[in-house]
C-alpha cells in the first residue's frame, strides 16, 4: 500500500506557477500510476493529469498547455509543474496512486492551491 502526502499549494497571482509534489510511503511506488485530481467547492472532483508507471502522461483538457506531470521514482516523488494560472484552477488538488486514473488505490491528504490577485 502507498501512501502518499501534497505539498506546495498557497497563494499565487494569475498567471503565476506552482510545483506540487507529491511524496510516497510503503511499497509498489514504482509500478503504479500516478496522477492528480482537483475540487473546487460546489463542483464534482475533476481529472488533472496522469503518469503510467512507464512515463506516458496524460492530462485533462484544463491542464492541456499549462500543467506537466512528472515523477521521479527514486524519491518515490510525484511532481506537478503548473503555470500560467488562472483563477478557476483554484481547488484542493489531490495526488492518488492506483492501477489507472479510474481505478485508484490511495489518496493524498490534498492541497490547497488559490489563484487570486
Known amino acids: 500500500q502507498v501512501q502518499l502526502v501534497e505539498s506546495g499549494g498557497g497563494l499565487v497571482q494569475p498567471g503565476g506557477s506552482l510545483r506540487l509534489s507529491c511524496a510516497a510511503s510503503?511499497?509498489?511506488?514504482?509500478?503504479?500510476?500516478m496522477g492528480w485530481y482537483r475540487q473546487a467547492p460546489g463542483k464534482q472532483r475533476e481529472f488533472v493529469a496522469t503518469i503510467t508507471s512507464g512515463g506516458i502522461t496524460d492530462y485533462g483538457d484544463s491542464a492541456k498547455g499549462r500543467f506537466t506531470i512528472s515523477r521521479d521514482n527514486d524519491r518515490k516523488t510525484v511532481y506537478l509543474q503548473m503555470n500560467s494560472l488562472k483563477p478557476e484552477d483554484t481547488a484542493t488538488y489531490y495526488c492518488?496512486?492506483?492501477?489507472?486514473?479510474?481505478?485508484?488505490?490511495?489518496w493524498g491528504q490534498g492541497t490547497q492551491v488559490t489563484v487570486s490577485s
Open positions: 510503503g511499497s509498489g511506488f514504482s509500478s503504479r500510476d
Open positions: 492518488y496512486a492506483g492501477l489507472s486514473r479510474s481505478i485508484v488505490l490511495s
